[in-house]
């Protein structure tokens, strides 16, 4: 709350600063503001954006040290013996983080302070510590804006390039928020290919691409039974594929047949009720999705099935695509009807002129028109489907079964990866590394759909734009 507070001074100083250089940009021309290079309001903004700038950077680069300069502080003025096993080696990296842990919590008054003297005189150095360190920053971050703000006010003149400034330093914000972006991925990918390598190095890659039986359980011992676990990938992505195809047969046509009418049949009245209302569904929690199926669509399955004579599964596949089809609607409608939509007037204008009805238009003319972008926006909602995983959870259970049965159990890929990775884990065991096998060879799936559909979508706007 207090770092939210010192945010909320240095945007007053901000809007203070603005104020201030646009009304100096306006008196040092005698009020005649068509003398200055720049618009007043330009001026107002360099005296903003170095009040405010430098002042944040400082911020965040001292809130990302402190707790390692603090932390270095409080462990050297602990005694020797307070770090040091009974045997006399220095304790571990978990002893540690928990010495530090009560230290803090005692600091914070969330415990009761009956530990040993020396524990207790640290977390009184420790808070003494993280007092005056917001004090310094509050006192550093406010002198930073009020001097960034001095030496922006001082350099405006009738000559000042202000908007040329204003502009490339909006554009080095834009380079950073775009390295940012960049990193991430790259931070992302990496750290599942490291992990993934591991992962190979204590299992095969044929068995994990073409095995076809998945029980990542391993024991502890190897004398204990399935102490060597089995990672055939199979049947996790045939479970995908399974559901992710019933989910588009759900969603390709309801979507299409909307987009479609909304487009082109819907008055202007009924369409600004309808759109909303379809893409409402896009906005549901998918484990509200998840409750549906469970408590709703999957128990009528059973039932309808057992009415037929079938063996249908308390949790299925069928069940899971069908709701997973319902929320994935939206996604195709929006797209299709944007994509319909952007088809020239021209061109339906052209075949009425021909003598076509709307119906033989839309077949002949528009549809095809627009395939393209409908093909790229159909492989982005296999993306998404493939990508599901609470409804899955909730409908289709966990059994990784080999299996063309949609009213059976199946899996998939995202849910294993959650079930890896659930609890407290250490990443030194095939079953948790291969949590990121999967990983990688689903972000690969998914970014080559990508990769896919933005190339249908831009073969489109070239031929039609």
């Not at 700038?53 to 707790?67: G, N, V, Y």
């Given at each position: 709350m207090q770092i939210l507070f010192l945010i909320a001074v240095v945007l007053g100083l901000m809007l203070i600063g603005f104020r201030f250089g646009r009304l100096r940009s306006v008196r040092v021309t005698g009020g005649d503001a068509r003398q200055l290079h720049s618009l007043p309001t330009y001026y107002g903004l360099y005296v903003a954006l170095w009040c405010g700038?430098?002042?944040?950077?400082?911020?965040?680069?001292?809130?990302?040290?402190?707790?390692t300069i603090i932390r270095m502080i409080v462990l050297d003025s602990l005694p020797p013996d307070l770090l040091l096993q009974p045997d006399g080696q220095t304790i571990n990296d978990a002893r540690l983080s928990l010495l530090l842990t009560d230290i803090r919590n005692i600091a914070s008054g969330n415990i009761a302070s009956q530990s040993e003297p020396a524990v207790i005189a640290a977390a009184g150095r420790y808070a003494s510590l993280l007092q005056v360190s917001f004090g310094a920053m509050v006192v550093v971050v406010l002198s930073v804006a009020m001097g960034g703000a001095a030496a922006a006010y001082r350099f405006i003149a009738p000559q000042f390039r202000a908007r040329n400034r204003v502009e490339n330093i909006i554009k080095m914000m834009m380079v950073a928020c775009s390295l940012v972006a960049i990193l991430t991925t790259l931070g992302i990918i990496l750290s599942l290919l490291f992990e993934t390598l591991r992962f190979f190095t204590e299992v095969p890659v044929t068995e994990f691409l073409f095995g076809t039986n998945w029980s990542p359980q391993t024991a502890m011992r190897s004398d204990q039974v399935g102490s060597s676990g089995a990672f055939g990938a199979v049947p996790l992505f045939a479970g995908t594929m399974m559901i992710a195809m019933i989910a588009m047969t759900v969603a390709v046509p309801i979507g299409l047949l909307a987009a479609i009418y909304m487009a082109e049949y819907a008055p202007r009245n009924v369409r600004t009720v309808v759109k909303p209302l379809l893409e409402i569904l896009a906005g549901i929690p998918t484990v509200v999705y998840g409750f549906f199926a469970a408590l709703t669509v999957a128990p009528l399955i059973r039932e309808?099935?057992?009415l037929l004579g079938l063996s249908v599964s308390s949790e299925s596949a069928l069940a899971a695509g069908l709701v997973m089809g319902i929320m994935i609607i939206p996604f195709v409608s929006s797209?299709?009807?944007?994509v319909i939509t952007a088809v020239p007037q021209s061109m339906r204008e052209g075949s009425y002129g021909l003598g076509a009805t709307r119906s033989e238009t839309i077949k002949r003319v528009i549809f095809p028109a627009a395939l393209p972008g409908i093909v790229g926006g159909v492989l982005l909602a296999v993306s998404r489907a493939i990508g599901e995983t609470m409804i899955v959870v909730m409908a289709a259970g966990l059994a990784a079964n080999l299996t063309a049965n949609p009213l059976e159990a199946v899996t998939t890929v995202t849910v294993q990866i959650v079930t890896l990775l659930v609890g407290d884990q250490e990443f030194d065991s095939a079953k948790t590394l291969a949590a990121f096998a999967l990983g990688l060879l689903l972000f690969t799936v998914t970014l080559v759909l990508n990769v896919i559909a933005l190339h249908v979508v831009r073969k489109y706007r070239e031929q039609y734009e």
């Open positions: 700038l430098p002042a944040l950077l400082l911020l965040a680069a001292w809130m990302a040290l402190e707790p309808t099935g057992g797209l299709s009807d944007d």
